[in-house]
């Protein structure tokens, strides 16, 4: 796993070729990459959220309990893992025109590898200034259109330029995603909070 986390990060067309001969299952990714790489974005949430608490613009830091962070965080890294099988299915579903379309458990295998950058930048949510998270978000996604650029024609055998239209789509709708993830996480983090400052009060 962390073989391919550094070739992703120094050299991702090497590494691009050494997963494709892989053929990886989707079970095998998911306990050798994803269920790690996505509690790191979880973990780091989990520990800004209770121990420093998120701030917006000076204002006072809003911490959540340590219960409720748990339950918080076991529904974020629920929300992360089902949204790379949708990414990985979102794909297959995109590539079913091309003749090289590989299957769908090799689509997700690909999603997997290409939320790395993604999950990478969670870990600068074990601080929560809103701005820092933010920033770290955008890298985050840049990179990750830069392995989808470099990936996607030679995962699909196709034409850098049919790669280009179809990696651009595929973040595009990715970043919408991520975005209804984001939504989710912070309605959730919004009703711990809440939940914390009632149960406060009526202490």
């Not at 269920?35 to 790191?40: D, G, R, S």
């Not at 280009?164 to 709708?173: E, N, P, Q, R």
């Given at each position: 796993?962390?073989?391919?986390?550094?070739?992703?990060?120094?050299?991702?067309?090497?590494?691009?070729?050494?997963?494709?001969?892989?053929?990886?299952?989707?079970?095998?990714?998911?306990?050798?990459?994803?269920?790690?790489?996505?509690?790191?974005?979880?973990?780091?949430?989990?520990?800004?959220?209770?121990?420093?608490?998120?701030?917006?613009?000076?204002?006072?830091?809003?911490?959540?309990?340590?219960?409720?962070?748990?339950?918080?965080?076991?529904?974020?890294?629920?929300?992360?893992?089902?949204?790379?099988?949708?990414?990985?299915s979102?794909?297959?579903?995109?590539?079913?025109?091309?003749?090289?379309?590989?299957?769908?458990?090799?689509?997700?295998?690909?999603?997997?590898?290409?939320?790395?950058?993604?999950?990478?930048?969670?870990?600068?949510?074990?601080?929560?200034v809103?701005w820092?998270?933010?920033?770290?978000?955008?890298?985050?996604?840049a990179?990750?259109?830069?392995?989808?650029?470099?990936?996607?024609?030679?995962?699909?055998?196709?034409?850098?330029?049919?790669?280009?239209?179809?990696?651009?789509?595929?973040?595009?709708?990715?970043?919408l995603?991520?975005?209804?993830?984001?939504?989710?996480?912070?309605?959730?983090?919004?009703?711990?909070?809440?939940?914390?400052?009632?149960?406060?009060?009526?202490?």
């Amino acid at each position: 796993m962390i073989n391919h986390v550094w070739g992703l990060i120094h050299h991702p067309d090497k590494e691009w070729r050494e997963i494709n001969k892989e053929h990886e299952s989707v079970s095998h990714l998911y306990f050798h990459h994803v269920l790690w790489m996505a509690a790191i974005p979880v973990v780091s949430t989990f520990i800004g959220t209770t121990q420093f608490g998120w701030t917006f613009g000076g204002e006072e830091a809003i911490k959540v309990s340590i219960m409720d962070g748990i339950g918080l965080g076991i529904m974020f890294y629920a929300l992360i893992l089902v949204a790379v099988a949708a990414v990985g299915s979102l794909i297959h579903w995109m590539a079913r025109n091309f003749d090289s379309r590989p299957p769908r458990q090799e689509c997700i295998v690909f999603a997997g590898y290409i939320a790395t950058p993604m999950f990478l930048s969670g870990i600068f949510a074990i601080y929560p200034v809103i701005w820092l998270c933010l920033l770290a978000c955008v890298a985050g996604i840049a990179y990750t259109g830069y392995l989808l650029y470099k990936g996607t024609p030679s995962f699909l055998g196709i034409s850098h330029k049919q790669g280009f239209i179809l990696s651009s789509t595929t973040l595009g709708i990715g970043v919408l995603v991520l975005e209804a993830l984001l939504a989710a996480v912070v309605l959730l983090w919004s009703l711990g909070s809440e939940h914390s400052i009632v149960w406060r009060f009526f202490q």
